[in-house]
């Protein structure tokens, strides 16, 4: 009896692993066609999966669970996406589960792995807070992939991220040279010691370099979704008009912000400049391009499951990468003409 992994039915089916995994999820963001095609193959090799371990092969070896915290992320999907093609042994299978950004990831992981042969954890979108409790005394390898975990007291919690402070501190700089004056930041909870976090304090930092600050008015608490992001800025805007900046921590807060403005009747970036986070593929096509801080969504991958993989195969302790990211101004935001010119292959 031929047992299929959840890589054979992407291969038979002509799509990726991330969306037969969206199939298996019985996600809202696959086309009806697709959702038949891969049903179709799953059903004539029989694969069978489970609410809570879609993708886990059934076969000697360990498996990786691959938990991805935001189901709407599309930077997420597509770390998830390049983690799928990193090398690995024929033995070793991932669990590949999408949860809410609002979800516990640290019980979702408890459960994921409760009774079956998990080897190592892999946790996308995390924040680290006093949930990470819940891991206490699990003696599991676990890679964070765009959260630095170094100072915890995960012991075997390694991480790949690139330094957010520095980065968030370097945009909001840009936003400030480019001459705003009144900025404001989209993102999640400023508290605690993850990505958000560091990404509100590098924006405090280079306001405070500058004689500014950054008022609790000027921070906009969202969810990372287009449509929490767009009603976010529509509530926002109205009652602060000399908002001429907008620090977002995602492209998508970003895109969902531009839109607000674009309905709200304000001009990006005349009269309010908007920066990203992440470097997603479609700010490269937006309407105006997004200017944003890109990060190396390849080599996040590819370091994320070399140094899992070492600690699962080598027991090699727990360590911390960290990845450089890069500032990209386009069109959302001062001085974006010269870089589009560059951009296109044109003389500026």
Known sequence: MIIYTIRDIAEKAGVSVTTVSRVLNDRPDVSQR????????IAECHFVGNANARGLKQADGE?????IRGRQNPFLNALAEAMLQ?????????????IDEEDDEFRHA??????????????LGSRIDGRCAALN??????????????????????????????????????????????????????IGSDSLALRAQGAADALAARGFSLPESQYVKTRFTLEDAYRAALAF??????????????????????????DLGRLVPEDVSVMGVDGTEIGRYTVPRLSTVAQPVEEIARESMAVLLDMMENHAPARHVTVAGKLEMRESAPGSIRVRSEELGMRS
């Open 137 to 190: 005394g699990v003696n599991l390898p676990m890679v964070f992939s765009t959260v630095n975990t170094r100072g915890t007291a995960m012991e075997r919690a390694s991480s790949v991220s690139m330094d957010d402070r520095a980065m968030a501190r370097q945009a909001v700089e840009a936003l400030l040279q480019g001459g705003r004056r009144h900025i404001a930041v989209f993102g999640g909870s400023p």
């Open 110 to 123: 408890l459960t994921l792995t409760h009774g079956r042969r998990v080897g190592g954890i892999l946790f």
């Open 237 to 262: 805007f109205p009652g602060s008009p000399e908002t001429d900046a907008a620090f977002c921590m995602s492209d998508t807060v970003a895109l969902g912000v531009i839109r607000a403005l674009k």
């Open 86 to 98: 990193c090398p690995r042994s024929e033995k070793t299978s991932v669990i590949t589960e999408y």
């Open 63 to 67: 498996a990786i669970a691959l938990i």
């Open 34 to 41: 697709t959702k038949e095609k891969v049903r179709q193959v």
